[in-house]
């Protein structure tokens, strides 16, 4: 032997771009750079204090030890009522496994419903890791072009072509959606659903936005529509909405054989999620905190319409307003053309020249379109806009 080498399938998986921007915008300014950071997205707020202190509380009372691989019974119940009252799902507590993160709830769940080779949709604009996702599960991802046109919704006659056109399986969908900000309606949710029965299809539904909605937008899941709960797996949790995104929390929802199959794998992999975390996500489904809730997303839709106000007035840039989520999607391709550029040059330059870190699209299958993350402070979100003028002016 050579030495040492990672295998074909490990190197195939890319680093996140999410976190590796992100690193090189933390190393930057680290080494004494002013640099603006609006690549991951990770609120700016801290985890609320009573969700804080029930992971304090855990540790000093000894609840330190392993926990039954799926999660404590408690957190289980919790979290099958926490999806009734805010999502209207109906899971009993068997039904729902806890978590390290979406991310690993993702893990599991394409793990458990992938079958070698099976040909998986993925909805551009996609957030970074599915593709890798489907890959590690070894599932042959499948994107599915993004439609800027209509609002980021794919119609379902499309999703249904690129099914038959590719035989595929299963779908990762994701909404409110990361990064364009999409939120279907109830009938566009349906329409998904519909395709996936006709085609016999699974439906893996990433979730983690789930609440973080705007301008009255409601967040439906595919799992509550007619047709949906028997194919689809619910990824949830409140790493987004309560900043838990340290403490590697999660739920994971769906019919009791394919989460009695996760629960399996996660007994394998993880043996069980941190138990002083899942102290701190008991707390966060008994007690609700609507004033932390309300501030939030006050701050949210506040920079929000400053970006939307901002974006649109910057030559060859435009932005549709989110609805959800936390991130501005921008479209840059009149910019990028009379750059002759790409977005990923041009998300270089900005970080060179003018010190601002955002997310190409190209990351999301969306070449031309620029992530920029509003999970960031308005100070910082004004020096952003003003880097931004600069930049174009300065052609
Ligand atoms: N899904 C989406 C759409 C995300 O944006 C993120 C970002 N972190 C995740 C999953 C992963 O979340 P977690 O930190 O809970 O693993
Ligand atoms: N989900 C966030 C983002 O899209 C955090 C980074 C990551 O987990 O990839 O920026």
Known sequence: MAGLVPNA????????????????????????????????????????????????RAIEQGKTRYTAAPGVPELRAAGS???????DLAYTPDEVMVCAGAKAALHMALDAVVEPGDPVLILAPYWVSYPALVTMADGKPVVVPPVPDRGFVHDAAAIDAACKQHGAKGIV??????????????????????????NGMWIVSDEIYGTLLYDGARHVSPASLPGGRERTLVVNGFTKSHTLTGWRTSFL????????????????VLGNPCTISQEAMLEACRTPLPDDQAKRMQAFGERRDFLVKEINTIPGLRLAAPRGAFYALVDARELCRKRGIDDVVLCEQLLDQQKLAAVPGSAFAIPGFVRLSYAA??????????RLRKFVSAS
């Open 9 to 56: 399938r490990s190197r195939r998986i890319e680093e996140s771009a999410t976190l590796a921007i992100t690193a090189k915008a933390a190393k930057m300014k680290q080494a004494g750079f002013d640099v603006v950071s609006l690549g991951a997205g990770e609120p700016d707020f801290p985890t609320p204090a009573p969700i804080a202190k029930a992971g304090v």
């Open 377 to 386: 402070s308005m100070d910082e979100l004004k020096k952003a806009i003003d």
């Open 81 to 87: 009522a926490w999806l009734k009252a805010t999502f």
């Open 253 to 268: 929802a769906g019919p009791r054989p394919v989460i009695d199959a996760c629960c399996r794998i996660q007994s394998q």
């Open 173 to 198: 969908v994701n909404f409110p959606n990361n990064p364009s900000g999409a939120v279907p309606n109830r009938e566009q949710v349906q329409a998904i659903v519909d395709v996936c029965r006709t």
